[in-house]
């Protein structure tokens, strides 16, 4: 493989633009007066704006989606069969109530976008056969966390922190040797 990375993603509307654990999406800027998204890596990123919180959780279309052990136990194959599908190296996936967590291998220098798109993607399909599309119209929120992982050390200890170090995992996967 030439690239892994570790992907994150939420449930619709469990973590929100100004939520106090943090978050990356545009926020106004004085300065310039327009808004701007602070998420270069190793750099802070916002946290903690009430009234962006409340303003987002306004416009939900339905209350916050959680997945249940069920949802999981029948979205973790599916994950699995997309990265098989399309010659992807799954090393680990936890799937918790409110997000997921993915560590993956690829060949050349694929868009993590679009690895995301189709995990997520696929797992909405296979989802909504066993419980219907959500009120929402999506299980997820848009886009999500993409990670280039640079050396080994780095994969091993991501792998590490998603199949062993998830304080309440639905389900979790490693890939064996790994």
Known sequence: MDR???????????????????????????????????NVPGTEYDAD???LRRYMAERLKCAPVYLNREQAVALLPQLLETGEYRHWLMLAVAIMANHTHVVVGVPGDLDPESLL??????????????????????????????????????????????????EFPLVSWKREGH
């Open 49 to 51: 704006h009430a009234g």
């Open 117 to 166: 798109r189709d995990l997520k993607s696929y797992g909405s399909r296979k989802l909504n056969q066993g419980w219907g599309k959500p009120p929402s119209g999506t299980w997820w929120t848009q886009s999500g966390s993409k990670r280039k992982l640079p050396v080994d050390p780095a994969v091993v200890a991501t792998v590490k922190y998603v199949y062993e170090e998830q």
């Open 4 to 38: 892994y990375w570790f992907l994150t993603w939420t449930t619709y509307g469990t973590w929100l633009p100004g939520d106090k654990r943090g978050f990356v999406s545009d926020v106004g800027d004085d300065r310039a007066g327009k808004g701007v998204r602070h």
